[in-house]
C-alpha cells in the first residue's frame, strides 16, 4: 500500500526557514514523480515543486521559484521541500504527492497517492 507521511510543519517566525518531509511507507520512490502543494485558508490549492526520482530532475512553478527548494536522499524514500525566507502569506497546509511516472507536472490530477498535510503557520 502506498503511503506519504509528511512531517516537519509548525509555528515560525517570519524570516525563518523549515524543512518540510515527506516518507514513502511501503515504497520506495523508484520512477515516481513527487510533489510539493499548499492550501492556504479559503484558498485553491496549488503547486509549488516536483522532483523526478528517475533522474533527480527538479521543477518549481513561476510563483515559487527562489525561496523553495526540493531535494531528496539516496536512498530514494524521502523528498524534502526547504523553505526560506518565510512569510505570513507561506502559512497553509502542505502536502506531498506523487505518481508512479516519468517527467513532471503541477497538475493534481495526475497525482495518485497524497499525504495527510503538515501544518505551516507563519507568524509576522
Known amino acids: 500500500e502506498v503511503q506519504l507521511v509528511e512531517s516537519g510543519g509548525g509555528l515560525v517566525q517570519a524570516g525563518g526557514s523549515l524543512r518540510l518531509s515527506c516518507a514513502a511507507a511501503?515504497?520506495?520512490?523508484?520512477?515516481?514523480?513527487i510533489g510539493w502543494f499548499r492550501q492556504a485558508p479559503g484558498k485553491v490549492r496549488e503547486g509549488i515543486s516536483c522532483?523526478?526520482?528517475?533522474?533527480?530532475?527538479?521543477y518549481y512553478a513561476d510563483s515559487m521559484k527562489g525561496r523553495f527548494t526540493i531535494s531528496s536522499d539516496n536512498a530514494k524514500n524521502g523528498v524534502f521541500l526547504d523553505i526560506n525566507s518565510l512569510k505570513p502569506e507561506d502559512t497553509a497546509v502542505y502536502y506531498c504527492?506523487?505518481?508512479?511516472?516519468?517527467?513532471?507536472?503541477?497538475?493534481?490530477?495526475?497525482?495518485?497517492?497524497w499525504g495527510q498535510g503538515t501544518q505551516v503557520t507563519v507568524s509576522s
Open positions: 511501503g515504497f520506495t520512490f523508484d520512477d515516481f514523480v
Open positions: 504527492a506523487t505518481y508512479y511516472g516519468l517527467g513532471y507536472s503541477f497538475e493534481q490530477r495526475e497525482y495518485e497517492y
Open positions: 522532483l523526478s526520482s528517475r533522474d533527480g530532475s527538479t
